[in-house]
């Protein structure tokens, strides 16, 4: 059979064959009628498009560089989710990592990258320094991370984590605490530390960093989580406990050592989590979390790589009530 190519599409579908180029580079221009006719063309001749051959010839390709932190928390797959529905809009493909342990392998990673002429990177990676990033000769969109000359996508987290202290505030909570796996300062996440300590100042709060609880399906993370609970229940005998966990994966955790020791949730201790991610409606009791909309951060990821401009995107934080607080 021979190959299909663009000019048996146009015919077929009845456009020209710069309908059908626009269609594969830049669809946002085209009619939702004329991109249906198109794709039923394409449908009907059972065309495959030569990628390898696109980039041969353009320079370019639709092909997108995504680096994670890690994959087991709830926010990174659900944003992965979101970056894929995206994309679809626009047939970009994904190609996705996992972030290195050193500098110089993560640049390594990059550079593999960039040889598959990628439209852009998007990094929620903390490896590279804002002015690593900016040497780099493709562009950036971070998520989650701040600095930089670079297009950034981030959380009003400082809301968020106040948010989260007013609610356990306004369910008459008597002790209040936050339970992280870890933070840095220069880290947009940290600002839900800051938010959360300013809403509760004025009453018993503490802070709880412990990094086992780094990779929430570890059994490192289990066995972390149980003695916490202890201590808190042992600390505050008779005080109703309000507990912000910076994301949901924690608050899982926390839910689940709760039942098994018969602590009435949200009675005897409220619950809120961080991300609002699908593990949030999935726990046994779907978890009060803060949201980070997250698909509106792959919208805005997606779209940027069209008109890259280097500015920093905020996305406002709510909080979605659920079943572990009042």
Known sequence: MDKVGIKDIAEKSGVSLATV????NKPELLSDRTKDKIRAAI????????????????????????????????????LLNQLIKAGEEKDYSFIVYTSRDTKEEELQLINMLTSYRVKGI??????????????????????ERSGGNYCQINNDNYTGGKLAGDKLIADGC????????????????????????FAVKDRLNETIINPDLTDPYSDAAIKA???????????????????????????????????????????EVEIIGYDNSPVSNNAIYPITSIDQNIPLMATIAVNSLETYIPHENVVAATLVEKDTTL
């Open 225 to 267: 989580m149980s003695p916490i609970v202890d201590t808190l229940l042992k600390k505050y005998p008779r005080k109703k406990i309000g507990i912000f966990c910076s994301n949901d994966d924690i608050a899982t955790i926390l839910q689940r050592d709760c039942i098994r020791k018969n602590i009435k949730i949200p009675e």
């Open 43 to 78: 449908k009907e001749l059972n065309y495959s498009q030569d990628n390898v051959a696109r980039i041969l010839v353009t320079g370019k390709s639709n092909l997108v560089g995504v680096i994670f932190p890690q994959l087991h928390l709830s926010f990174y797959t659900e």
């Open 174 to 197: 008597d002790v209040f605490v936050h339970i992280n796996n870890g933070y840095h300062e220069d880290w947009p996440s940290f600002k839900r530390i800051v938010g959360f300590e």
């Open 21 to 24: 180029s626009r269609y594969f």
């Open 122 to 143: 998007i990094l929620l990676s903390h490896i590279l320094s804002p002015s690593d990033i900016e040497k780099l000769d493709v562009p950036i969109i971070s998520i």
